[in-house]
């Protein structure tokens, strides 16, 4: 196994979840670092463009980015011993991030009522999974209505783990869903950043948002503290949101000529739209998260 190629696989990861994928890559490096593979100067310097170059690749996600800035401190500092201290780093950070999902689904079963509701999600997210896990009540008398997501598909995996923890859970194309609306009762979902007044999602959130809003649907966005705009550095905090083109390839293998194929994994949709975003220790009206103070 090479050290290397192994982190290299987590800049092309379009299935994971933002937490779980940073959650993934700790675990890598956690155990890299205690093999005793990451320890030459050389492997710093590989390591510090690395994690650079994955938040560079998935710009959208705001938990990247956090995580960046703190591990970068580490790794610039000059000394001998890098390797012990960001061993050290990476440990506390894992106690105080990992069950962060669990914190924000308590939150999350607190204060929503799932009984015997139809709820409509879309893509995949930790958190809402872990929602699904949590509830304690009739599963059976839950209906989730579940996009496919595409391109990549990664709605058919959340699907199959939440229908395993015993919910009725249909399958529906990522523009199927609005058959459903008169049925639905709730939209959960969500999200890989949090500006000051709209948040970033897969595509398809937005049509979701808007069509629920106009039926007078309460949704609900899950995000850990991490997300939120004020989190971020002080050069970050007013960025406008911008993503590159995924490869065309993934929507059409072989067009004819004259068609151009546009795919972008994610989309803008308004704050405003939003009844309540959850996270780990409060529920917040989006005019709460756009006056937040920053924290950096």
């Known amino acids: 196994m090479n050290w290397k190629a192994d982190l290299k696989k987590f800049e092309s990861d379009n299935y994971s979840g933002s937490a779980e994928l940073l959650e993934q890559y700790i675990e890598l490096i956690l155990y890299w670092l205690e093999k005793g593979d990451l320890q030459s100067t050389k492997d710093r310097g590989f390591l510090m463009d690395h994690v650079r170059k994955l938040q560079e690749s998935h710009k959208t996600l705001f938990v990247l980015v956090h995580f960046y800035n703190q591990i970068i401190r580490v790794l610039n500092e000059e000394r001998e011993e890098w390797g012990r201290n960001l061993l050290g780093f990476l440990r506390e950070y ?17 204060v929503i009522d799932m009984s015997q509701k139809q709820i409509l999600i879309h893509s995949q997210s930790s958190a809402v999974k872990e929602v699904f896990h949590q509830y304690s009540g009739n599963r059976k008398k839950i209906k989730v209505i579940q996009t496919e997501s595409r391109p990549v598909f990664e709605g058919r995996m959340q699907a199959s783990m ?3 923890l015993g919910y009725e859970v249909t399958l529906v194309p990522d523009v199927g869903f609005s058959r459903h609306l ?18 970033v999602n897969k ?22 503290s991490r997300k939120f705009w004020s989190n971020l550095p002080p050069s970050r905090q ?59």
């Not at 969500?190 to 007044?197: F, K, M």
């Not at 595509?203 to 850990?224: E, M, S």
């Open 182 to 199: 008169g049925e639905i009762n709730m939209i959960l979902l969500g999200a890989d950043s949090i500006y000051r007044d709209y948040f």
């Open 238 to 296: 007013e960025m406008d949101y911008y993503e590159e083109q995924k490869p065309e390839e993934e929507i059409w293998l072989d067009p004819p000529n004259g068609i151009s194929v546009e795919n972008y994994y994610f989309e803008k949709t308004p704050s405003s739209w939003v009844d309540g975003f959850i996270t780990e220790e409060d529920v917040l009206k989006p005019s709460q998260v756009e006056n937040m103070k920053p924290t950096l």
């Open 94 to 110: 894992k106690v105080i991030w990992s069950k962060v999902s669990t914190r924000l689904a308590t939150q999350a079963v607190s």
């Open 162 to 164: 939440i229908s395993r």
């Open 203 to 224: 595509a398809g959130t937005y049509n979701i948002c808007l069509a629920g809003k106009n039926a007078g649907i309460p949704i609900y966005v899950l995000a850990d």
